[in-house]
């Protein structure tokens, strides 16, 4: 390595830190390795070894929840979403059991509330006008999409 050329890893942390993550990562540091983040600075700790840390955190990890979008996240691991979603497909086959077998409608059953809003996720149509690729609609078809989603097709 020439003089003057960062250590390996010390690149993403900055990056890490100058996007407001340094209290998240100080956190998780003491809670899972018992570390300090000054450690980088102090010379016991590189960046690299730090960032070899960091990739290996557990899913629930406060840096973690910052990198998918806040506080909100915290707690939420693999295992945890799998779980909301089993939940809410036992919900749903008992909803369409219970609706098949009833002469009256049957109200759906709500869904586990995730991170991030579920609903708000469902609401968003996916634009694809951007894409460097896209071409406009043939004349033939457009307004078609919009009636079989009306007719429910």
């Given at each position: 390595?020439a003089?003057?050329?960062?250590?390996?890893?010390s690149?993403?942390l900055?990056?890490l830190i100058?996007?407001?993550?340094?209290?998240?990562?100080?956190?998780?540091?003491?809670?899972?390795y018992?570390?300090?983040?000054?450690?980088v600075?102090?010379?016991?700790l590189s960046?690299?070894?730090?960032y070899?840390l960091v990739?290996?955190m557990p899913?629930?990890?406060a840096?973690?929840?910052?990198?998918?979008g806040g506080?909100h996240?915290?707690?939420?691991?693999v295992?945890?979403?799998?779980?909301?979603?089993?939940v809410?497909?036992?919900?749903?086959t008992a909803?369409?059991?219970?609706?098949?077998?009833?002469?009256?409608s049957v109200?759906?059953?709500a869904?586990v509330?995730?991170?991030g809003?579920?609903?708000?996720?469902r609401?968003?149509?996916?634009?694809?006008?951007?894409?460097?690729?896209a071409?406009?609609?043939?004349?033939?078809?457009?307004?078609?999409?919009?009636k079989a989603?009306?007719?429910?097709r």
């Amino acid at each position: 390595m020439a003089v003057g050329d960062p250590a390996p890893g010390s690149l993403w942390l900055a990056q890490l830190i100058g996007d407001g993550r340094a209290g998240a990562l100080r956190a998780d540091l003491r809670h899972f390795y018992q570390l300090d983040l000054l450690d980088v600075w102090r010379g016991s700790l590189s960046p690299l070894a730090l960032y070899d840390l960091v990739e290996h955190m557990p899913d629930d990890s406060a840096l973690q929840a910052q990198l998918r979008g806040g506080r909100h996240h915290r707690g939420w691991s693999v295992a945890a979403y799998l779980t909301a979603a089993a939940v809410d497909a036992s919900h749903d086959t008992a909803w369409v059991v219970a609706s098949a077998n009833s002469r009256k409608s049957v109200k759906r059953p709500a869904r586990v509330e995730r991170p991030g809003g579920l609903a708000a996720k469902r609401g968003r149509a996916l634009d694809l006008s951007g894409h460097p690729m896209a071409k406009p609609l043939p004349p033939k078809y457009r307004g078609t999409v919009k009636k079989a989603i009306t007719k429910g097709r």
